[in-house]
């Protein structure tokens, strides 16, 4: 006969299998208890995937969604929820009423009547959302108005495109002058408009200057580029963390 291996494994007595197994059982248990989260630690992971705010980034002529793509990459990151619609005709030929509107139908769509949201637009954009707030009744859901290049006093460059949207641009223009009249709604809402001194799409340069905003002078390239500049993301981002609700 073969001799047993000496490290051979043999039982432990019986009052000795009784203790380990009366010592395994809390270790394990522990172990167990450690793998499920505790009620609060649920409650503290949830809090942290709220959302801070709704946020409605509205695009400019010539644009869809697309073209706020490193705004809403900034504003997500920011622990913001984003809707972003593309308005169509992208030109506005139509004019900018019904663009309006289909801002008004698109929001109330995704949100329910009692969401309360702020509006970032960038240029057309924000004539746009302007007579959603003004003309539609969107101002009682607003916490926040903030344009980006948008030609508040018209353009002069809105001369070299044809369509309703391109004439409603216009220095002096019926539409402009009607928005200038009735904006009474922005008394209680925060209003900041961003403008680029080296901008020649905003001929004069200070038509993004709007007298019931908050003017903000940024530099940058071109027209769009400022969509880019991380100086404006970060002062964006303070100024929705301020009046978001």
């Known amino acids: 006969m073969m001799d047993s291996p000496s490290h051979s494994c043999k ?3 019986r009052g000795k299998r009784s203790l380990l197994l009366t010592l395994a059982l809390p270790i394990s248990s522990l172990m167990i208890s450690c793998d499920l989260p505790a009620p609060e630690a649920e409650i503290a992971a949830k809090a942290v995937e709220l959302p801070k705010g709704k946020v409605v980034l509205v695009h400019g002529i010539f ?8 705004l809403r990459k900034a504003i997500v990151a920011g622990g913001y929820e984003c809707l972003v619609p593309s308005l169509k005709p992208v030109d506005g030929r139509k004019g900018l009423e ?7 139908d698109l929001i109330d769509q995704e949100w329910k009547a009692d969401a309360k949201f702020s509006i970032v637009a960038f240029s057309m954009g924000g004539l746009v959302s302007r007579y959603y707030l003004q003309k539609l009744g969107g101002a009682k859901r607003c916490n926040g108005l903030y344009t980006i290049a948008t030609p508040h006093n018209g353009t002069y460059t809105a001369y070299l495109y044809p369509g309703k949207g391109a004439k409603q641009m216009r220095p002096e223009s019926e539409f402009l002058m009607a928005l200038k009249k009735d904006a009474s709604v922005f008394e209680n809402i925060p209003v900041t ?10 001929l004069p340069t200070k038509s993004p200057k709007w007298g019931k905003a908050e003017n903000v002078r940024l530099w940058s390239a071109i027209h769009s580029s400022l969509l880019w500049e991380k100086e404006l993301h970060l002062d964006l981002l303070k100024r929705l963390g301020k009046n978001s609700s």
Request: no cysteine; net charge positive; hydrophobic share 35%.
């Open 193 to 202: 408009s961003y403008r680029n001194p080296l901008d020649v799409v905003m």
């Open 63 to 70: 644009d869809t969604r697309l073209g706020m793509r490193p």
């Open 98 to 104: 019904p663009l309006a509107r289909q801002l008004a």
């Open 11 to 13: 039982r432990p007595p």
